[in-house]
């Protein structure tokens, strides 16, 4: 049967599990929520959002039974409708990677340990008297949370940035959606991300924090980052198309943009203005949100959702419309 006649009944499927995951999580936000904020406003939020998501489903399934893929479902119609070579970009991109490696897949568990033993020997000494003073309890658990966000965004986003000119070949010979191969990037340098939870879990554990029922929103963390990775990784492989000094120049931004985030210190040791400014850097939010999540064992404030939403989606938009300008020019300069 073609992969295009089973579009609709998949469209279904992906609706009722997006409901249904959306109804999963706000009941378990209500559930512990209200330990720190007003149950009321939260509620009415939450169950708002859940109507508006109903009705939106509704709106969708009713175009896409008509032939109309609108509000997104054009995008998840051509991820169906080339679902082969996405898996197949998405394995070909995850095995070069580890291609020849004695440890392979194991590196994923050691880089974001090794780099937290090399930066937590190195800063708890040189700032024990700033960590102590700024109120970081289970710093190893504190920074490693911080470089697995940092480097997963980064792995990804630099995956995705040579996604155009790394397949110019293909691109020039055969038809497919452009934005299929920065997606796929993410998706692959993804699952590295993914399997870095595991060593963030365990030492987090051996560091004396115990589970809780916050950590189901572990899943919510790692999506808003995707989105926001996603949005980045369109943006930059339409630019380095034009621009191949973008790709010297996104390796200098992103070493400051990592000290300039709070990683390896805490927000309170900087001076007020400072702080202010964190308050505009995406990864600022989602760094905390997985923070709040782990170690404080809490469900992050309304605030820190909003925030890591609009960092999201702003940087969606401004991927999408960027792309979407240029990609027609993209075979003039590869």
């Given at each position: 049967?073609?992969?295009?006649?089973?579009?609709?009944?998949?469209?279904?499927?992906?609706?009722?599990?997006?409901?249904?995951?959306?109804?999963?999580?706000?009941?378990?936000?209500?559930?512990?929520?209200?330990?720190?904020?007003?149950?009321?406003?939260y509620g009415i939020v939450l169950g708002a959002g859940l109507a508006a998501l109903i009705v939106y489903a509704l709106h969708l399934w009713r175009?896409?039974?008509?032939?109309?893929?609108?509000?997104?479902?054009?995008?998840?119609?051509?991820?169906?409708?080339?679902?082969?070579?996405?898996?197949?970009?998405?394995?070909?991109?995850?095995?070069?990677?580890?291609?020849?490696?004695?440890?392979?897949?194991?590196?994923?568990?050691?880089?974001?340990?090794?780099?937290m033993a090399v930066q937590y020997v190195v800063f708890s000494y040189l700032m024990a008297s700033q960590l102590r003073g700024g109120g970081v309890p289970f710093y190893m658990v504190y920074l490693l949370a911080g470089i697995i966000m940092f480097s997963g965004f980064q792995d990804c986003a630099n995956q995705a940035m040579h996604?155009?000119?790394?397949?110019?070949?293909?691109?020039?010979?055969?038809?497919?959606?452009?934005?299929i191969y920065p997606s796929s990037k993410v998706f692959s340098a993804g699952i590295n991300t993914l399997l870095s939870m595991i060593p963030l879990l365990v030492v987090t554990l051996l560091n004396?924090?115990?589970?809780?029922?916050?950590?189901?929103?572990?899943?919510?963390?790692?999506?808003?980052?995707?989105?926001?990775?996603?949005?980045?990784?369109?943006?930059?492989?339409s630019l380095v198309v034009f621009f191949?000094?973008?790709?010297?120049?996104?390796?200098?931004?992103?070493?400051?943009?990592?000290?300039?985030?709070?990683?390896?210190?805490?927000?309170?040791?900087?001076?007020?203005?400072?702080q202010k400014l964190e308050m505009v850097n995406p990864m600022y939010h989602l760094i905390t949100f997985m923070r709040t999540i782990l170690i404080d064992r809490m469900v992050p404030a309304p605030g820190q959702f909003l925030a890591c939403i609009i960092c999201g989606v702003l940087m969606m938009l401004l991927g999408t419309v960027v792309f979407h300008k240029t990609e027609d020019k993209f075979i003039l300069y590869l």
């Open positions: 049967m073609n992969t295009n006649a089973k579009f609709p009944g998949r469209l279904k499927k992906v609706l009722i599990w997006t409901v249904g995951i959306y109804a999963f999580y706000a009941a378990l936000i209500l559930l512990i929520g209200p330990e720190q904020f007003p149950l009321m406003p175009n896409c039974q008509k032939g109309q893929y609108v509000g997104g479902t054009g995008f998840l119609f051509t991820l169906n409708h080339y679902e082969f070579l996405i898996r197949q970009l998405v394995k070909r991109d995850f095995k070069t990677k580890y291609k020849r490696s004695v440890l392979g897949i194991f590196w994923s568990f050691l880089n974001p340990l090794l780099l996604s155009i000119t790394g397949n110019a070949s293909l691109i020039t010979k055969v038809y497919v959606p452009k934005y004396g924090v115990w589970p809780a029922l916050s950590w189901l929103l572990i899943p919510v963390a790692l999506l808003f980052l995707l989105i926001f990775t996603v949005g980045m990784g369109f943006f930059l492989s191949r000094d973008i790709e010297f120049l996104w390796g200098v931004f992103t070493s400051l943009w990592m000290y300039a985030t709070p990683i390896i210190y805490p927000i309170s040791i900087l001076p007020p203005w400072m």
